[in-house]
């Protein structure tokens, strides 16, 4: 988006009639950040850092988004469901209950996919699809100009791909430790974060 103002001078004399200069202002290009949420978690165990149940998403978001406008936060997860006698599954869907409360009050909005459990173990379903619906409704809504995304899912690429062929400029935030080598070559621009930036977080 782009503002003009308009400066007109009292009159010169000589005949001069005045003038006018036009002065064009670039406002901030608009952001958006989409958090794949597992992902992005178990990246952050693998660096060991602590205090991991306060580290401060809302900080984190405008930190990779500095320079510009942000105005959206979404954060993307399997939604844990659990049976009456499931004690483990319960104390799980309880634990994320009250953290998805936390991100909802400072202005995050949650899009929810699913846990598959197989074998004692879950598996998480759908998530890329609603961080692929993020980017391309942002896209083609013209809700954003830079979308950072925070994920390593190479599922993602078509959806990069044709928001990019919109003019929208898809920024890859992964570690440096292990980045996506797909979403490196395919993304416009990326954010490798290293652990003593993510430790100022926690």
Do not use: W
Request: hydrophobic share 40%.
């Amino acid at each position: 988006m782009q503002y003009y103002i308009f400066i007109i001078s009292p009159v010169l004399g000589n005949g001069a009639q005045g003038f006018f200069v036009i002065l064009k202002l670039m406002s901030k290009q608009k952001s958006v950040v989409i958090i794949d949420g597992s992902n992005f978690y178990y990246k952050l165990k693998e660096l060991k850092l602590r205090r991991l149940s306060s580290f401060n998403y809302t900080k984190f978001c405008l930190f990779i988004s500095k320079n510009t406008q942000l105005i959206q936060k979404y954060y993307c997860i399997g939604k844990i469901r659990a049976k009456q006698n499931d004690v483990k599954a319960r104390r799980m869907m309880a634990k994320q209950q009250s953290f998805i409360t936390r991100l909802k009050k400072e202005g995050f909005i949650i899009q929810f996919g699913y846990l598959l459990k197989s074998d004692s173990h879950y598996h998480e379903k759908g998530v890329d699809v609603q961080i692929a619906t993020d980017i391309l409704k942002g896209a083609f809504q013209n809700l954003y100009d830079i979308c950072y995304l925070v994920s390593s899912d190479s599922d993602l690429i078509p959806s990069i791909i044709e928001a990019q062929s919109n003019k929208k400029t898809i920024v890859y935030v992964g570690f440096r430790h292990q980045p996506s080598f797909s979403l490196l070559k395919t993304c416009g621009r990326s954010i490798l974060l290293k652990k003593d930036e993510l430790q100022l977080f926690c």
